[in-house]
């Protein structure tokens, strides 16, 4: 019962949201009802699909690129503490760095195709991944090194069967905030030039339906995103499971 | 043999001997360097003063308290880690664990993962672990602390036979004066840190009641 509550809560907060925009008369342009944006979803499917497709690949590019050069500088710091100390500051402090301010630099660097799209959803995906593998390398009880020691590991062994495979929990934990981010961070990239994404939808500010409709289709992808990462999850490391 | 932490004297002028084949319990109260001592033994870390002779990395095996298994292999590639890290083949590590694991009260669990695993399940698979690593000496750090006392008992009596199959020096701290009676021909008590000897004799000439009396000073 309790897995379903939030189709409850959803539709209870639909129904509030509708009433009371018809209730009071609320004018389209200030707030779409969900029946109008439900509207606009049908209405406009063939090019919500196109544009939906072209942000997705977007999403899915970015996001799989920050997994791969994540989680490899998360191994490379973690092997080489003095790059990790030396790193380490520079790397949060990029995180200040609002991704609406770079992605205009980047469309100039890069053009108006995908590589920029894709370059900033990786940059905003990165850092949760880095972050996260890092901590789960760091978080390996000592007392295994010890163990593991006097039986006679090589430094090499201990990072491949107890480190390693200790960090995927942290991975995938990374990779999920990642998910949700990519979404949001492939529409910034889309603000700044080209590509005819979902992006092409939000832009007019009159058609409220149309936005709301972009975004839904927006939040599906996201969430869709998030639970393959945690079906992935489950199936790479049973073992993990309720820890 | 002399070793501290930060200054902290924790070991002060242990002089311990064990013979090859031996079993030793190293008894002594909560804080008094017994897993220190391990440490040294192990090879771990140098002691600040005085020498140990054939211990060491080479040597010895450690088991620790908590059965330290990975979650991620089964209790039959648990036990077969050492094998692996020697350079055998997982399938070929299986085989030469098999044997053993089976001997020792674990059939019929080895693809089980620790997590479906007992408490006393699980020390059974961190022991073959330590004793696939084919070193000569055994140190077990309080092997049993972390169990009710009726698994306890029940694993004390399968050390037994397990090391009686398979003999090996071995040194035991523990602060259960009956497993230490049980198991081992030799018991040293250790005085409150730092620790010192107070008490090294065969285990046939002690009871409980001596060495509790050592214990309390």
């Known amino acids: 019962?309790?897995?379903?509550?939030?189709?409850?809560?959803?539709?209870?907060?639909?129904?509030?949201?509708?009433?009371?925009?018809?209730?009071?008369?609320?004018?389209?342009?200030?707030?779409?009802?969900?029946?109008?944006?439900?509207?606009?979803?049908?209405?406009?499917?063939?090019?919500?699909?196109?544009?939906?497709?072209?942000?997705?690949?977007?999403?899915?590019?970015?996001?799989?690129?920050?997994?791969?050069?994540?989680?490899?500088?998360?191994?490379?710091?973690?092997?080489?503490?003095?790059?990790?100390?030396?790193?380490?500051?520079?790397?949060?402090?990029?995180?200040?760095?609002?991704?609406?301010?770079?992605?205009?630099?980047?469309?100039?660097?890069?053009?108006?195709?995908?590589?920029?799209?894709?370059?900033?959803?990786?940059?905003?995906?990165?850092?949760?991944?880095?972050?996260?593998?890092?901590?789960?390398?760091?978080?390996?009880?000592?007392?295994?090194?010890?163990?593991?020691?006097?039986?006679?590991?090589?430094?090499?062994?201990?990072?491949?069967?107890?480190?390693?495979?200790?960090?995927?929990?942290?991975l995938f934990a990374g990779a999920r905030i990642a998910a949700s981010y990519s979404a949001v961070a492939a529409v910034f990239a889309e603000y700044a030039g080209g590509q005819s994404?979902?992006?092409?939808?939000?832009?007019?500010?009159?058609?409220?339906?149309?936005?709301?409709?972009?975004?839904?289709?927006?939040?599906?992808?996201?969430?869709?995103?998030?639970?393959?990462?945690t079906v992935a999850e489950r199936l790479a490391l049973p073992w993990a499971r309720g820890r | 043999m002399r070793h501290g932490y930060a200054g902290l004297p924790v070991l002060d002028g242990v002089d311990l001997q064990v013979e090859a084949g031996g079993r030793l319990a190293v008894v002594g109260p909560s804080g008094c360097g017994k897993s220190t001592l391990l440490t040294l033994l192990a090879g771990l870390e140098q002691p600040d003063a005085g020498t140990i002779e054939g211990a060491g990395l080479k040597r010895c095996a450690l088991m620790p308290q908590r059965d330290l298994l990975l979650p991620w292999r089964s209790a039959l590639d648990n036990a077969g880690l050492a094998l692996e890290l020697a350079g055998a083949a997982r399938g070929e590590a299986r085989t030469q664990a098999l044997p053993l694991f089976e001997r020792f009260g674990l059939e019929g669990f080895t693809d089980t993962p620790p997590r479906k695993l007992s408490g006393g399940m699980r020390q059974r698979v961190a022991f073959l672990r330590t004793l696939l690593a084919g070193k000569p000496v055994l140190l077990l750090d309080e092997p049993f602390g972390a169990l009710d006392a009726i698994t306890r008992e029940e694993l004390q009596e399968w050390l037994t036979g397990a090391l009686d199959a398979e003999p090996r020096t071995v040194v035991l701290v523990t602060h259960d004066i009956h497993e230490a009676l049980r198991l081992c021909s030799r018991i040293v008590v250790l005085s409150p840190r730092p620790g010192r000897v107070v008490l090294d004799a065969p285990s046939a000439e002690l009871d409980h009641d001596r060495v509790m009396e050592a214990l309390r000073g």
């Open chain 1, 1 to 170: 019962m309790r897995r379903f509550a939030w189709v409850l809560v959803l539709a209870v907060l639909l129904a509030a949201w509708e009433a009371y925009v018809q209730l009071r008369g609320v004018p389209e342009y200030l707030l779409p009802a969900p029946s109008q944006i439900a509207q606009a979803l049908w209405d406009d499917r063939s090019t919500l699909a196109s544009q939906a497709l072209v942000t997705l690949k977007e999403m899915l590019l970015g996001f799989a690129a920050a997994v791969i050069i994540g989680f490899a500088a998360a191994v490379l710091l973690h092997l080489v503490p003095w790059l990790r100390a030396a790193v380490q500051p520079i790397l949060i402090a990029s995180q200040s760095v609002p991704v609406v301010a770079i992605a205009p630099i980047l469309v100039i660097y890069l053009g108006f195709g995908l590589a920029p799209k894709v370059l900033i959803v990786a940059l905003v995906c990165f850092f949760p991944i880095t972050v996260n593998t890092l901590d789960g390398l760091e978080r390996v009880d000592p007392e295994y090194r010890r163990m593991l020691r006097t039986l006679d590991a090589t430094r090499w062994q201990v990072f491949r069967r107890v480190e390693l495979p200790w960090s995927l929990p942290g």
């Open chain 1, 197 to 229: 994404g979902l992006v092409d939808s939000m832009r007019d500010g009159f058609d409220t339906p149309l936005v709301g409709a972009a975004i839904v289709v927006l939040a599906l992808m996201s969430l869709a995103l998030y639970g393959a990462v």
